[in-house]
């Protein structure tokens, strides 16, 4: 079955930066569109990144625009988002989901999730 497996949240200060991966296995990677979401206690879970299959389009959400950067490597079926400048407001369970040709930023869109990764950013 298909797995999505983040990994490296953690706690950080303001102002650094953390690296997220996500792995996945049970699905022909390079056919899908990757995203990565997050949720903050009390709010809806929000767009935050995506790269299409090919690795050839990104979007991201105004709101981390300039400091996250989403890239795939699809011989290692895996996607990362780096995250830079971190603040407190980024604190929130991040999720990758893998989608079709064209999900994009589109939440509704992507068939698969992981589990989530914790980012805390302290002030």
């Known amino acids: 079955q298909v797995q999505l497996v983040e990994s490296g ?6 102002g650094g930066s953390l690296r997220l991966s996500c792995a996945a296995s049970g699905l022909m990677f390079s056919n899908y569109d990757m995203g990565w979401f997050r949720q903050a206690p009390g709010k809806e879970r929000e767009f935050v990144a ?3 299959w090919s690795g050839g389009r990104t979007y991201y959400a105004d709101s981390v625009k300039g400091r996250f950067t989403i890239s795939r490597d699809n011989a290692k079926n895996t996607v990362y988002l780096r995250m830079n400048s971190l603040k407190p407001e980024d604190t929130a369970v991040y999720y990758c989901a893998a989608g079709p040709f064209g999900a994009g930023p589109t939440r509704n869109a992507y068939n698969y999730w992981g589990q989530g990764t914790q980012v805390t950013v302290s002030s």
């Open 9 to 14: 949240g953690g706690l950080v200060q303001a």
């Open 50 to 52: 995506a790269i299409l």
